[in-house]
């Protein structure tokens, strides 16, 4: 499957109380089409609301797919990926860049109540992850154990096959993080630093 022609990638840096988001619409071939801004509460619960937010405000109706980088950003404020998905009618899938036994023990240790329900309800609605690497070429091939530095896709609205291959041809050569997340986390720096300065 080659690339979508249009990819809102998203991504968050964190404050000390607000995590900033941008997004970055990255047309196939690499080139930055469109970037927006958003915030989040750094251990909160509203990171799916500033997603879908942050979409809304853009109007890309030329976007074909969503990524995020990660699930719990700001400090465990989770991504809810079937009600962004849900919300911008449109394929979701989150990408994260390290093997990880789970969030659930991570969870319990900083939360509890209510905050730990919320927050466990969410995790455990997450898809499983696919395990992908990007090889020399900057194309992907399925991952093994021994494979080097592997990404994570838990997709959405697409088979999770589709979106890993979707995320392998986002990558480009001499980088690791498919494109439109790399430009996007570039992105939410510059605007945190700015925001804080």
């Known amino acids: 499957m080659t690339p979508p022609s ?17 997004g970055a ?6 080139t ?7 915030a989040c509460t750094v251990g909160g619960t509203d990171a799916t609301d500033a997603a879908i937010a942050l979409v809304d405000r853009l109007g890309r109706e030329d976007v074909r797919h969503v990524a995020v980088s990660g ?3 700001a400090w465990f404020n989770l991504l809810d990926l079937p009600r962004l998905r849900d919300a911008v009618d449109r394929p979701a899938y ?13 969870l319990r240790e900083a939360f509890d109540g209510e905050a730990l329900a919320r927050r466990l309800e969410v995790y ?5 992850r696919v395990r992908v690497v990007p ?6 091939a399925d991952a093994t154990d021994e494979d080097p530095q592997p990404l994570f896709v838990r997709a959405v609205g697409i088979d999770a096959g589709e979106a890993a291959a979707a995320v392998r041809g ?28």
């Open 6 to 22: 249009r990819t809102l990638g998203i991504a968050f840096s964190d404050g000390d109380r607000t995590s900033r988001l941008a």
């Open 25 to 30: 619409v990255v047309r196939s071939d690499g």
């Open 32 to 38: 930055l089409d469109g970037l927006g801004f958003e």
């Open 71 to 73: 699930i719990a950003p």
């Open 94 to 106: 989150a990408v994260s860049y390290e093997a990880s036994p789970g969030l659930e023990p991570a």
């Open 124 to 128: 455990r609605s997450l898809p499983d």
């Open 135 to 140: 090889d020399e070429s900057g194309d992907a």
């Open 170 to 197: 986002l990558v480009r050569e001499g980088f690791r993080r498919p494109e439109p997340l790399r430009i996007a986390a570039i992105a939410a720096s510059a605007h945190r630093e700015a925001a804080e300065g």
